[in-house]
Nanobody, 121 residues
């Protein structure tokens, strides 16, 4: 089992950048495929990005391609989401997700508590 804690959210103006982090507990982080999902008020949770166990494969939602970059550092048990050129429609709670199978855009069983990202126009 893995426990996930997100950080790095906040308030930013449109066009700005943020970097989210997801710290994982346990010594098996490198065996999990990882992903980011988000949920805006009144909307369903949606897939944002995912990365395979060693980081060799990444996948993105069309809405964030070219603006967001997912990465991971297995030595630090941490995953990142670099978000550039942010738009007001990126405003949401962002969740870290872990899965024992790489099957993005589907989610795995393990979730963090979420971190709020708010983009002002």
């Amino acid at each position: 089992q893995v426990q996930l804690i997100e950080s790095g959210g906040g308030l930013v103006q449109a066009g700005g950048s943020l970097r989210l982090s997801c710290a994982a507990s346990g010594r098996t982080f490198s065996t999990y495929a990882m992903g980011w999902f988000r949920q805006a008020p009144g909307k369903e949770r949606e897939f944002v990005a995912a990365i395979s166990w060693r980081g060799s494969i990444t996948r993105y939602a069309d809405s964030v391609k070219g603006r967001f970059t997912i990465s991971r550092d297995n030595a630090k048990n941490t995953m990142y989401l670099q978000m550039n050129s942010l738009k007001p429609e990126d405003t949401a709670v962002y969740y870290c997700n872990a899965d024992q199978i790489f099957r993005a855009p589907r989610a795995g069983d393990y979730w963090g508590q979420g971190t709020q990202v708010t983009v002002s126009s």
